[in-house]
């Protein structure tokens, strides 16, 4: 009896897998030919004559570009000034983290584009546009995109940063703004930018360090010399900030200042 009902048992299991195995290969079978599997060939081949080591140094410039165009353009706008003074803010009321960098940054971006809104729309209606409708070439895009860009970084940029910059390249003395190269602007503009947000940075820790000093010394008179002077100064200094509505003066006056 044993032996019949395991022989039972071997045939419905044959039975089983035979009918997964002739489900499973149907289905394949018919799903195989509504799913092609594309092929993908990477290579690297012989250049067979001079334009096809010209088109691929182009991508590889064109790659290099773009992996650097988020620093290149924050390089070229008001973004340094704006968050190295809100750097500053941070640190001059001792919030630690607060607020976030995520927080910090993506202000500052909006900030940048807010100020820099004037000239982008120069330089997409006078370089961009045209290139892409056929009407001027590719080196008169770049040209005429990089206009409005030279405006502004000439007129935060300070004469002697420039000058600067002029003598360290050893090139001829311009004549005119359009003389300076945009590789020598650059800097110059950066360093400007820095110095700029250095001084509104030391205007900013004025208040605070006050708030610091008299705290300090209220809690050394009171032999409270145990206690970190910055937990209790903290509290008075979002207060201050608050009271003086410090958001609003310290967006107006960044945005005053590239004006």
């Not at 500052?108 to 290139?131: V, W």
């Not at 995109?145 to 003598?167: C, G, H, I, W, Y």
């Amino acid at each position: 009896m044993r032996r019949g009902k395991t022989v039972h048992k071997q045939q419905y299991a044959v039975v089983i897998l035979t009918a997964l195995l002739l489900i499973f290969g149907v289905s394949t079978t018919i799903a195989a030919p509504l799913v092609p599997i594309p092929s993908v060939n990477v290579g690297v081949e012989a250049a067979n004559n001079p334009k096809d080591v010209a088109l691929s140094l182009q991508i590889l410039l064109t790659l290099t570009i773009l992996s650097l165009a988020p620093s290149i353009l924050i390089m070229m706008t008001s973004f340094i000034r704006i968050i190295v003074v809100l750097s500053f803010l941070r640190s001059a009321l001792a919030t630690q983290q607060m607020p976030p960098n995520q927080v910090l940054i993506g202000l500052a971006l909006f900030l940048t584009f807010f100020t820099m809104s004037p000239y982008l729309d120069q330089a997409n209606q006078n370089g961009l546009q045209p290139y892409l409708n056929g009407a001027i070439t590719q080196e008169a895009a770049i040209t005429e995109s990089l206009k409005p860009m030279r405006e502004f970084m000439f007129k935060q940029t300070r004469e002697n940063d420039l000058a600067l910059f002029v003598n360290l390249s050893e090139a001829p003395r311009p004549n005119s703004p359009d003389d300076v190269a945009t590789t020598t602007l650059i800097p110059a503009f950066v360093i400007s930018e820095l110095k700029t947000a250095f001084q509104i940075g030391f205007m900013i820790y004025i208040p605070f360090i006050v708030i610091d000093m008299v705290v300090a010394s209220t809690l050394m008179s009171m032999g409270m010399m145990m206690v970190p002077p910055v937990m209790i100064s903290l509290p008075f200094k979002i207060l201050l900030f608050i009271l003086v509505d410090g958001w609003h003066l310290i967006i107006k006056s960044l945005i005053d200042s590239f004006h």
